[in-house]
């Protein structure tokens, strides 16, 4: 099926998503790469991938809340404006700063120490939190707009199409171009990411205000916090969602263990450069992309409980993988796996979420999920700063970065192991044949 077939307005949030996904593409460059240039401290570091998630562990109820008693699009576009100003002021606070700071291309050197520059770095800090917040309230504002402008029995072929072009803009175009541009000098990345934020924000604003389900009016709008608690109570109650979003919670922090070091993990273990830095991540666009068109298929097939289960046994095979790795051809191709599964996981649960949330609760029950599916990830990640931290006190800095990959991939083996009867085939079937009739098809 066509974007063409799936709609104008689709077509509209598939062209916003794509361009802002180049501009987060060419951030998961210049951020990292920025910070190891401020300090070469593994907790500082890991420190940056904890603000950047803390959001949503702190931020994500408000935000369901807040999703569901305003209009979504105007959510997503102000949330889209507000990233361009932020990034535009980090762009110029580093345009000040990048004569006095090491140059991309020697910060490969597992020898290179220097102190910390405190201003600059409490400054990529800050950053990186407002526009957490922003992230937060875009991303659970626009899982809840799809289903107003794609029918249900869409959702999959919607939901797979926009992250497999994601994948394509993020990991595949994004990184290399950020490398190119770093190359060139530390801020151009952020002016372009500026601008990518600029034009999706336009292009949301573009589609139509009206959707199948208006926010409430703001005599009907119940206290917040009743508000909230009606939204966590029925994803409590839910016998699926509830276990799903701890399973996804506990993966996601055991993710963040490897991601929040990697950038360390890359330039001393692997020795990359910035460019090749950047190419280990089109490992995971060309899994994503593979993923996202071929994700229904794949469920269908082997049905949804065991493809679920793939991407925990083969996730947790080729994290540990990883932690043996001095090739970083090799790890592009672990990457592409990960990914691939990655994509298979979120197309499947978040289709499911989509069809079987009420929509007048979607955006709580979806912040709540989310809460617990992505506010684990800044303990992950601080754990795997700590892990590298301890481990450098009695092991060498080669082991003790490889220490988190191999903690990861075996803690996801386990998780494995309790999921799999939380997670058949048969419990996720049932929930969606629970759906009432009429708002199955109007949805």
Known sequence: MSNTALGPNYRKLFSASTISNLGDGVAMIAYPWLATALTRNPLLIALVGVVQRLPWLLFSLPAGVITDRYNRRTLMMSASAVRAALTLGVAMVVLGAQDSLPGPDVLSNADLGFDTRVGLYLVV???????????????????????????????????????????????FAGPPLGALLIAVTFSLPFFVDAVTFAVAAVLIALIPTATRTPPPRVQ??????????????????????????????????????????????????????????????????????????????????????????????????????IGFANWWPFVWMMFAVYMLLGVLWNVITVSLRQTIIPDELLGRVNSVYRFFAWGMMPIGAIAGGLIVAVGDTTLSRETALRLPWLIAGGLQILLFVFAAPKLTTAKIEAARHDVPGDRAQTR
């Open 220 to 321: 009907d709008r119940k206290p917040w916090r009743t508000e909230l608690a009606e939204g966590f109570g029925w994803l409590w109650r839910h016998d699926l969602l509830r276990p799903m979003a701890i399973i996804l919670g506990l993966l996601n922090a055991i993710g963040m263990m490897t991601a929040s070091v990697f950038v360390l993990f890359a330039q001393e273990v692997l020795d990359t450069s910035a460019t090749e830095f950047a190419l280990v991540s089109t490992g995971g666009a060309v899994g994503g992309i593979i993923g996202g068109w071929s994700a229904s298929s794949i469920s269908r097939r082997i049905g949804t409980g065991p493809s679920l289960w793939l991407t925990l046994i083969v996730g947790g095979i080729s994290t540990a993988a």
């Open 125 to 171: 800090l800050a950053a990186t939190a407002l526009l957490g917040i922003g992230e937060v309230l875009y991303d659970n504002a626009a899982q809840t707009f799809m289903p107003s402008i794609v029918e249900s029995d869409q959702l999959e072929k919607a939901n797979g199409r926009l992250w497999s072009t994601e994948q394509i803009a993020n990991t």
